[in-house]
């Protein structure tokens, strides 16, 4: 394969800039008669280096607008731009080339792949990235995430919680500007999943990326400067943390 120039990992994004924005974002998906409305003009701005936590009942639209947000899905109206990228001009590959170190995910179910030990898991999408140190790169961000003596560990040697930090250090090696969590902590026990919430929260403080968290856990959501509620495809409430 022939590496990309490193350049091909976006900066981290200035402080103070606009992260995220998104304009009367909607969202219809299936053939009517059952069409559904699942995000009903949002407008959202995140700033760089901002935590926000998004919060909602089951079906609200939570993850659908995650997944607009991140660019995994097009909305049926209105505009995201990503770090003044904006979404809606980019055609599927440069859309992903856009994604492509701007933007982590880290997803309830953790999505690693089991043929790969936990050192490939993070080094090749970092290759894929043409990131010319990615195994050097991967293992630091393993050693990070307290996983320095797990790197030849498959998946399925590994607990729960050791996956989630696999998930972790993976969406963080490329240097993102902004991370997307969606319920990172529902597939652990409590005690391990606060533990996962401190190293997302350290991570974000070393790295800088803004984190943007779903979650239906109100204490977890307390952590963030920022809190929104959702419901019903729309934005209800947006406020400080207290
Ligand atoms: N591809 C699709 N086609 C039709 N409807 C969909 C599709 N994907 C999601 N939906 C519907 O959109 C609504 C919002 O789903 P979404 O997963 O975004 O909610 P959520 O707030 O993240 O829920 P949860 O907290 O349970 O994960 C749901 O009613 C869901 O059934």
Redesign the pocket.
């Known amino acids: 394969m022939v590496p990309l120039p490193s350049s091909a990992i976006a900066p981290a994004a200035a402080a103070d800039s606009i992260v995220i924005d998104a304009r009367n974002v909607t969202?219809a998906?299936?053939q009517p008669p059952?069409?559904?409305e699942?995000l009903r003009g949002v407008d959202l701005q995140v700033r760089a280096g901002e935590t926000v936590a998004l919060l909602?009942?089951?079906?609200?639209?939570?993850?659908?607008?995650?997944?607009v947000l991140a660019g995994l899905e097009r909305p049926s109206g209105g505009t995201v731009a990503v770090a003044g990228e904006a979404f809606e001009r980019l055609d599927e590959d440069r859309l992903a080339r856009a994604r492509r170190g701007r933007i982590g995910l880290v997803l309830?179910a953790f999505h690693l792949l089991p043929t790969m030990t936990a050192l490939e898991n993070v080094a090749v999408p970092l290759e894929l990235a043409g990131v010319r140190d990615a195994f050097a790169r991967a293992e630091a961000e393993l050693g990070a995430v307290g996983l320095g003596h797990r790197l030849g560990h498959y998946p399925a040697q590994l607990s729960g919680g050791e996956q989630q930090r696999v998930a972790i250090a993976r969406a963080l090696a490329p240097r993102p500007i902004l991370l997307f969590a969606?319920?990172p902590t529902g597939n652990l026990d409590g005690r391990t999943g606060a533990a996962i919430m401190d190293l997302l929260f350290n991570r974000h403080r070393a790295t800088g990326a803004t984190l943007f968290i779903?979650t239906?856990d109100p204490g977890l959501a307390a952590r963030c400067g920022r809190i929104i509620e959702?419901a019903d495809?729309a934005i209800i409430s947006d406020r400080a943390a207290a």
Do not use: T, Y
């Open positions: 969202l998906l299936g059952a069409r559904v699942i909602g009942p089951s079906g609200s639209g939570k993850s659908s607008l995650m997944a309830q969606d319920e779903i239906h959702f495809g």
